[in-house]
């Protein structure tokens, strides 16, 4: 490990470094150990990374450093493109505010009801972290005062840009006092994110860090196909390198129903996210696709942005992005860590010249595979390995994790590797169950139940 690269070259309180210390935070990343030092100088700065850089540890760690946990105010404001991106930021911010008390933050997000929020806000926060559209709303309200902002975080800018909020945006850094920090994220660095940084920030610190992958992480392949063969050819690809979960990318809404669609009707296990799902049904994809429910997301670009799946086997690219830059954030999503990953690649004819870019970003050449060579299936496609339990109760009705845990363990008689994740949100929970003990779990914990109350259960298979 560099000394350069030690959070204790920081000027950071020795509880903050104990703390990053037991969170397993052994040196910092390239966008840490470039970003941290401005920030905790008071500069301001934008920085071009993408998602898994340590990006959130990079300015959560600026809004606590100077936070006064006694002064109860709205000190930081966080700004996200989506909802699960906003519930992963505050989390992280949670946990890295362990070295001190009392410290609150709040997620303010479309999609959840209002009145709960706003109870919430009543009794005060120092960290807030949410959506322009619905902090926006609760300006207007008056139920959100951001007169003692001292942080602004624009996260995932470029995207919050693409979705249509830039005016929301503007409206909530106007409320946000002159006098303040403003720290701008963006994986990409187009010609309307620099327009909105140089209205938001002042002299910025800029900040890049290379996204191209290594190579040796990522196995990217590359096939020739006609423009009719696009479903077909991923059909293909699925079976012949079996992933257990797969990301795949496709440019339109249509598009993406189309092919999972068509890959439902061929035995895979398949669901679609892009923009017109409600944030409930967008809830529920998100969750069958982490827990291992559900083995292939198709999606487009806006839709995955936040998604953060752990372990992502391969990505497959329907269509060539235009954008070599957002071709590099897609295929960042596997490969993490120590992880190694693969990249599947189809381009029709006319979309030869995009991978050309591609190939000049990367500085290194596509690497073609003939399509036909693949072995055909002889046998159906694997079923995703677990299947979800949707339960009616959440956090209002005082469900934890550890109790359902508990009721599976104990009166069902589950093996704990039989459980998959546990969400638990306000008022639902998915629990995800080895497909091959589910029914038997279902039937005995649907006539069982758990903290001494019985809820309504139904199984979700993909």
Known sequence: MSNTHAFATLPLSPAFLRNLENMGYQAMT????????????????????????????????????????????????????????????ADSIRKLA???????????????????????LEHGAHIVVGTPGRMLDH?????????????LVLDEADRMVDMGFYDEITAVVRACPSRRQTLMFSATYPDNIRKASSMFLRDPVEVKVEAIHEASHIEQRFYEIGY???????????????PVSTLVFCNTKAQCDGLAEELR???????????????????????????????????????????????????????????????IH???????????????????????????????????PALWYPLDELTPATASPQPAPMATLFMMGGKKDKLRPGDILGALTGEVG????????????????????????????????STGNIKGRSFKMRLINC
Not at 338 to 357: D, I, Q, Y
Request: aromatic share 6%; net charge neutral; hydrophobic share 45%.
């Open 30 to 89: 390239d966008i840490q150990a470039q970003s941290l030092p401005p920030i905790l100088a008071g500069r301001d700065l934008i920085a071009q990374a993408k998602t898994g850089s340590g990006k959130t540890a990079a300015f959560g760690i600026g809004i606590l450093h100077k936070l006064n946990p006694s002064y109860f105010a709205i000190q930081g404001l966080v700004l996200c493109p989506t909802r699960e991106l906003a519930d992963q930021v």
């Open 139 to 151: 300006v207007g309200r008056g139920s959100v005062n951001l007169s003692s902002v001292q942080t």
């Open 265 to 327: 009707a061929q035995g895979f296990s398949a669901l679609s996210l892009h923009g017109d799902l409600l944030q409930r049904e967008r809830d529920e994809v998100l969750v069958l696709f982490a827990n291992q429910s559900c083995s292939v997301l198709v999606a487009t670009d806006v839709a995955a942005r936040g998604l953060d799946i752990q372990t992502l086997d391969a990505v497959i690219n329907v269509d060539v992005s235009r954008d070599a830059e957002v071709h």
């Open 330 to 364: 897609r295929i960042g999503r596997t490969g993490r860590g120590e992880a190694t990953g693969l990249v599947l690649n189809l381009a029709t004819p006319n979309e030869l010249k995009w991978v050309k870019l591609i190939e000049d970003y990367q500085g290194s």
């Open 228 to 242: 009719e063969d696009r479903n077909a050819a991923t059909a293909k690809l699925l079976q012949h390198f079996q």
């Open 414 to 445: 589950l093996k704990k590797e039989q459980v998959g994740k546990i969400n638990v949100f306000e008022f639902v929970t998915y629990v995800a169950l080895d497909r091959r003990i589910v029914n038997q779990a279902f039937a005995r914990l």
């Open 98 to 120: 362990r070295f001190t008390s009392n410290i609150k933050v709040l997620t303010l997000c479309g999609g959840s009801p209002m009145a709960p929020q706003i109870a919430s």
